[in-house]
């Protein structure tokens, strides 16, 4: 969340000059995305990202990007939209960094989402999996089962200084999944991120998605097991991480209304968001463990998705993410 | 350069209601302003930048530079205007932190602004000044010359860290000002800040100030030193940075142009320069020496302005400032 590359306006303007976007009147940083510097470009012709690509982004992994959200956006998606420069590239060069502009999305995200709200993302989501069917690119997902032994060996025994226990939890989970990963379920893109953040909303509703540079192909069952975790926690009163129901209920009816989950990702659910608990918790201990003392960007805290993996790990069946309190397994 | 303060949508909704700007259609935190956090806030009626002060502003002056913006766009300076809720307050809390609501002003900063854009640098600092005339209120300088022998202090021995000989370089320049500094020159508001980054040009015209958060009242001569230092200099071939007399004559000639300097402050200008160079590697050596290491933001070298001190003691007549290399005195 900080501009890591400071872009100056003789830079900007010999980068702007490939475009038919007509002369600056605005420039400034913004803090939005994780991974990347941004910046909002207002010329006479309309409003604008400017994203230049840091390096935890792959820079083979960029046409990959950005042919997606062409093809997401001509397909409905509202998401930012690559401009091309006047020889039609998508991606240029700023700063010594590979840099693109797309446009930019009115709307703002949702610190806490209502049922409603929730209901729009799982619609969201069913409509992106949708539009994605006929993109003709693949990318493996980085970040997937494959990637969290790894992951995990990176954070060793240190785990327990995020939380007591926390090594044994990992070293159980990464068993569980070694086993009993689902395989055969339908694949496509997924977003692999929806988190609030990288929602808008507008008047109400659902204006715009954002921030795909996680997208990826895998089993679409499991880019809803990431949204469950993202949107259906509360913090209870005694900080911790607590599932409710209504608004998983929301969620999934509302990927549902677009596309029905078939009988194997039904099963699969309770695997998925467990695994995709994981995935957070992996990535976050990491940030957490690594992060320079003093620093402004406060990484997020990895106990958040203690307590989701932990809740996850009574789920017996998706009945129980639903509300049915009967399907509970034993706590 | 980052968003110290994170607002969540139910904070911001909850802030605007007092006001009647109605409802939000973009919200983003912005990497302008080293000491505060600033957001992007776009509404059905307008633009405007939401500000939240952070520790290194002072509570008790932000009536001060409230008004002072107010009073400055009343008589005409493209300022950032503080906009009043229902009830007229101009400050507000939100998170924990005073808040303020202030008009957006388009335009871009420049990174090495040309010689007429340092006219119109002068230009617009002169009209600060006039437009401040009848400001009733008054701020001392808290970064004047009384602040830098305590600030010498927190640095130290660590000077020489920073540049070897930087410690008693200080030490001699402390001993300039204590017994040379000027007295009795024409006092008023000051910006005390004036760098590129802080104006905004469009269209090839000055577009607007911003960033008013050291404006006080102080020798009025002071904030042209202080702007020949931060306009004027340019990086040469071997990283250091030169003095540029067409750049300076450009700065004053603007300044002039409004509000001709009398001649104790052209007397002055050489000794005033040296000090805002002094107050300036002060501020940054000490940035510089305490940042923590890893941190997104890297503070600016106060190296830079160790040049622009030593060219300054070589200055004896503002001649040398407008160019005239006859009136330099010795090396």
Chains 1, 2 share one sequence.
């Not at 941004?38 to 690509?53: A, D, Q």
């Not at 999996?129 to 690119?137: C, K, Q, V």
């Not at 990963?181 to 339908?186: K, R, Y």
């Not at 997020?300 to 009967?326: N, Q």
Request: proline share 7%; with cysteine.
């Amino acid at each position: 969340m900080a501009v890591y590359t400071e872009v100056g306006d003789e830079d900007l303007a010999g980068f702007l000059a490939r475009y038919a976007c007509g002369a600056v009147r605005t420039f400034k940083g913004i803090a939005e995305g994780v991974e990347n510097t941004n910046y909002l470009v207002v010329t006479e012709r309309g409003r604008f990202i400017l994203t230049l690509y840091e390096k935890r982004v792959a820079e083979a992994d960029l046409p990959y990007f950005l042919a997606l959200l062409s093809h997401l956006a001509a397909r409905g998606v509202s998401c930012p939209v690559p401009v091309a420069d006047r020889s039609g590239a998508l991606l240029g060069t700023l700063c010594g960094r590979r840099a693109a502009l797309v446009t930019f999305l009115d709307g703002v995200s949702l610190r806490r989402p209502r049922p409603e709200q929730c209901a729009a993302a799982g619609e969201a989501l069913a409509l992106l999996h949708r539009a994605g069917r006929d993109f003709a690119l693949d990318r493996p997902n980085a970040l997937g089962p494959a990637a969290w032994p790894p992951l995990a060996a990176r954070i060793g025994p240190r785990a327990d200084e995020v939380a007591p226990g926390l090594a044994a939890l990992i070293a159980a989970e990464l068993d569980a999944v070694a086993t009993g990963w689902p395989t055969g379920l339908p694949q496509g893109v997924i977003h692999a991120d929806l988190f609030p953040d990288n929602v808008f909303f507008l008047d109400g509703r659902l204006s715009g998605i954002i921030d795909f540079y996680f997208a990826c192909t895998d089993a679409l069952a499991y880019d809803l097991a990431v949204s469950l975790n993202a949107w259906c926690f509360d913090v209870g009163p005694d900080g911790c991480h607590v599932y409710d129901p209504v608004k998983g209920r929301a969620l999934v009816a509302g990927y549902e209304r677009v596309r029905p989950l078939d009988p194997a990702e039904r099963t699969a659910l309770p695997t998925l968001a467990r695994g995709a608990a994981l995935r957070f918790l992996l990535t976050r201990a990491i940030d957490w463990l690594h992060h320079p003392a003093g620093a402004l960007v406060v990484p997020h805290d990895p106990r958040d998705y203690i307590d989701r993996l932990t809740f996850h790990r009574t789920v017996e069946t998706v009945a129980t993410y639903e509300g049915d309190a009967t399907a509970r397994g034993v706590a």
